[in-house]
Nanobody, 128 residues
Framework: QVQLVESGGGLVQAGGSLRLSCAAS????????MGWFRQAPGEKREFVAS????????AYADSVKGRFTISRDNAKNTVYLQMNSLKPEDTAVYYC?????????????????????WGQGTQVTVSS
């Protein structure tokens, strides 16, 4: 059974930092894209960042570019999201996702429909 388990969320003041982790089990995703999405109350789930299988190609939403960094450790089957200079508008449930249909992609996927496996989410709250 495939599981993606996020950790690292919490409450932080504006300007602060958090590091999210997502550990995958049940299968390896070392050949596939992994990503982070978020969903605020009353809003649609939106793309945050993604990374291709090698870690050498990344993509970011404009709203987080320059503040967030995605990375992965294939030996640990884990993807990370380092979030700096957090703003109240970053408050949301953050979800980890893994894709399993495009091995060895050059550019990572950005759409929710492209991802096959999802974690349960971790809450990030940024106070002003």
């Amino acid at each position: 059974q495939v599981q993606l388990v996020e950790s690292g969320g919490g409450l932080v003041q504006a300007g602060g930092s958090l590091r999210l982790s997502c550990a995958a089990s049940g299968r390896t995703f070392s050949r596939y894209d992994m990503g982070w999405f978020r969903q605020a109350p009353g809003e649609k789930r939106e793309f945050v960042a993604s990374v291709n299988w090698s870690g050498r190609s990344t993509a970011y939403a404009d709203s987080v570019k320059g503040r967030f960094t995605i990375s992965r450790d294939n030996a640990k089957n884990t993807v990370y999201l380092q979030m700096n200079s957090l703003k109240p508008e970053d408050t949301a449930v953050y979800y980890c996702a893994a894709e399993s249909g495009r091995a060895y992609s050059a550019q990572p996927a950005r759409l929710t429909d492209e991802y096959d496996y999802w974690g349960q989410g971790t809450q990030v709250t940024v106070s002003s």
